[in-house]
């Protein structure tokens, strides 16, 4: 099955900074490529994607890169600010087909410090 | 957008009791419905998918006996966890797939005393 692999697990920026998360995936069916942001005891919020007919996307400060060859995919986030403190999840789906579901990398706790 | 409501969002039981969570796609009928638990400072793991009207699929060492899912409508699916144990402690999260993609609920904290 799928495997999802995420780093940093923890990383710390200073406000106005930018803010790098990596991940890689192990099935090359997968096709679609979310990030989640999760606050303390809350669910997930989708906050970009990406599909794998896509190399890069990009909503304000926040973007997505693929490289569907390499099976990697990472969040960029720039301008960072406190509110962005929390912890971030890539994951990887196959949609439209018999395993489509969400699985998720480990998660990366981002800090931005005033 | 595309909302998912689950209920409770705590609770708390004795162990052996059973809980039932339910998930509902408010505003969009949801093909598929998936259920996840996740522990203190983890990811989210993936317990089970669901199809309306049909058995739930579960992930390799989940107990289908232990987490009962019913998926009885194209906007409802619940888990029942039922005798449960203080391991069972945990953060469950359900998702539902529609027109809109993947959208999460904002989960239940099971706590078994």
């Known amino acids: 099955g799928e495997n999802v692999e995420q780093h940093p697990s923890t990383l710390s920026v200073q406000e106005g900074d930018s803010a790098v998360i990596k991940c890689t995936y192990s099935d090359s069916a997968s096709n679609y490529f979310p990030w989640y942001k999760q606050e303390l005891g809350k669910g997930p919020q989708l906050i970009i994607d990406i599909r794998s007919n896509v190399g890069e996307k990009k909503d304000q400060r926040i973007a997505v890169t693929l490289n569907k060859t390499a099976k990697h995919f990472s969040l960029h986030i720039t301008e960072t600010q406190p509110e962005d403190s929390a912890v971030y999840f890539c994951?990887?789906?196959?949609?439209?087909?018999?395993?489509?579901?969400?699985?998720f990398g480990p998660g990366t706790s981002l800090s931005v410090i005033p | 957008g595309a909302v998912v409501s689950q209920h409770p969002s705590w609770v708390i039981c004795k162990s052996g009791t059973s809980v039932k969570i339910e998930c509902r796609s408010l505003?969009?009928?949801?093909?598929?419905m998936f259920w996840y638990r996740q522990f203190p400072k983890q990811s989210l793991m993936l317990m089970a998918t669901s199809n309306e009207g049909s058995k739930a699929t579960y992930e390799q060492g989940v107990e289908k006996d232990k987490f009962l899912i019913n998926h009885a409508s194209l906007t409802l699916s619940t888990l029942t966890v039922t005798s449960a144990h203080p391991e069972d402690s945990s953060f469950y999260i359900c998702?539902?797939?529609?027109?809109?993609?993947?959208?999460f609920g904002s989960g239940t904290r099971l706590t078994v005393v």
């Open positions: 994951a990887a789906s196959q949609v439209g087909t018999s395993y489509d579901k969400v699985i």
């Open positions: 505003d969009f009928q949801a093909t598929t």
């Open positions: 998702s539902a797939s529609g027109l809109y993609g993947y959208t």
